[in-house]
């Protein structure tokens, strides 16, 4: 019985694992912004004091909603790092490579999102498009979009996809071979147990270094624009620390693996 438990208990893990679109653990449709800056229990953010700023000759309205795409562009591009990453977004939105869309209401009700999340990049669509909660703060978001688009500009991603479904399938494959598809509670034999596990450990390994190294990528790349923008002495690091204490933001100049860890639940011994 201790065998057959076990097995279920690989077969609930591979649901999680592979629940959202595209399947890569987060990567498929990359939800990591919901910065959880807002409380699990409440859908919407406590406000914070009004902050305006001057960068680059213009005047910007860190509180403000629904706001045009050029208006999150012009913000971002005030950082050196920021420039460069909209210049690239920006020519694959010319040449159709990419789609910008906002994170509608019905969107987040199609992918079982609440209001928490901001911003995500989904690959596995026809054209791969970065969703952006418009309805968010224009300063929240500005370091959202650097994450996300940080992800959109990885040529890695698709490919480590590609990776990691081989070996789901092939997993999915031996549970066909075992008879697991059929009967999940099975007693298997001590060398079917054994190909088993072999197969997942090296599954989640490869899925677990993919994800790490995505994201740790993009909340390194997210890190440099948050310094960069943070320069200026005016409110905008206030304005940040507000969201801190009032709204539980999860927005650091560095990003600690531990939050990279437990936000997309990755286990740390595959790395």
Avoid: W
């Avoid at 390194?220 to 320069?231: A, M």
Wanted: charged share 25%; net charge negative.
């Amino acid at each position: 019985m201790g065998k057959s438990l076990a097995l279920m208990l690989i077969n609930l893990n591979i649901l999680a694992s592979f629940g959202g679109l595209g399947g890569f653990g987060g990567l498929g449709t990359d939800i990591d912004h919901n910065p959880t800056y807002r409380r699990r229990t409440q859908d919407h953010r406590a406000e914070v004091p009004r902050c305006v700023i001057n960068r680059a000759a213009q005047k910007f309205h860190l509180n403000k909603t629904s706001y045009k795409l050029d208006e999150l562009f012009s913000l971002v591009s005030t950082t050196a790092m920021g420039q460069e990453v909209v210049e690239r977004i920006t020519a694959l939105l010319d040449s159709g490579k990419l789609a910008i869309k906002n994170l509608s209401q019905f969107e987040r009700e199609r992918r079982g999102l609440t209001h928490r999340t901001s911003a995500l990049f989904d690959f596995t669509m026809q054209t791969p498009t970065i969703f952006i909660g418009l309805e968010d703060e224009l300063g929240l978001v500005a370091h959202f979009f650097v994450h996300e688009a940080t992800h959109a500009l990885d040529e890695l991603i698709p490919q480590e996809y590609e990776v990691d479904m081989i070996y789901y399938n092939t997993f999915k494959d031996f549970q066909k071979l075992f008879g697991l598809d059929l009967e999940p509670m099975k007693e298997l034999t001590e060398y079917e147990t054994a190909k088993m596990y072999e197969i997942y450990e090296i599954k989640e390994k490869n899925r677990a270094q993919h994800a790490y190294r995505a994201e740790r990528f993009a909340f390194d790349q997210q890190g440099v624009f948050t310094n960069q923008v943070l320069e200026a002495n005016d409110c905008y690091e206030e304005y940040i620390s507000q969201h801190r204490e009032r709204n539980k933001l999860k927005l650091y100049r560095h990003t600690p693996d531990d939050h990279i860890f437990n936000a997309y639940g990755i286990n740390k011994d595959y790395l």
